[in-house]
């Protein structure tokens, strides 16, 4: 008698392959979300710094070292609140960006903490 279909064996040989190839599709895709968050979280902070540049345009530094907390920059309107969410966890971010001045070059640099 010739039966048509296949064996325990070959049907488990299949699964096993395509048990192996979703572990590394996984693993492949939790590295590149892992990766989209942190570069995510560099622009953000790179679009806090920005908002901080345009803040010290508008009203002045009085020293060569100066302090913006994020929520002044929210208050002022120079970001939306909506625009200050860490990708990578969802939280609000409460830090704050430190602007430094040496011979009439500046630096822009978030923290994650907020101004004293």
Same mark, same amino acid.
């Given at each position: 008698?010739?039966?048509? /279909?296949?064996?325990?064996?070959?049907?488990?040989?299949?699964?096993?392959?395509?048990?192996?190839?979703?572990?590394?599709?996984?693993?492949?895709? /939790?590295?590149?979300? +892992?990766? !989209?968050?942190?570069?995510?979280?560099?622009?953000?902070?790179? +679009?806090?710094?920005?908002?901080?540049?345009?803040?010290?345009? +508008?009203? /002045?530094?009085? !020293?060569?070292?100066?302090?913006?907390?994020?929520?002044?920059?929210?208050?002022?309107?120079?970001?939306?609140?909506?625009?200050?969410?860490?990708?990578?966890?969802?939280?609000?971010?409460?830090?704050?960006?430190?602007?430094?001045?040496?011979?009439?070059?500046?630096?822009?640099?978030?923290?994650?903490?907020?101004?004293?």
């Amino acid at each position: 008698m010739d039966k048509k /279909g296949f064996t325990l064996v070959e049907l488990l040989a299949v699964i096993a392959i395509l048990a192996i190839l979703a572990t590394i599709t996984l693993f492949a895709t /939790g590295n590149i979300l +892992s990766t !989209s968050r942190e570069n995510l979280s560099d622009t953000q902070k790179e +679009s806090l710094e920005r908002a901080a540049k345009i803040y010290y345009i +508008s009203e /002045g530094m009085d !020293s060569n070292e100066e302090c913006v907390n994020i929520s002044t920059l929210i208050e002022k309107g120079y970001i939306e609140e909506s625009e200050v969410k860490d990708p990578k966890d969802k939280t609000e971010m409460t830090g704050s960006v430190l602007i430094t001045s040496e011979s009439d070059k500046y630096t822009y640099t978030y923290q994650s903490k907020a101004c004293e």
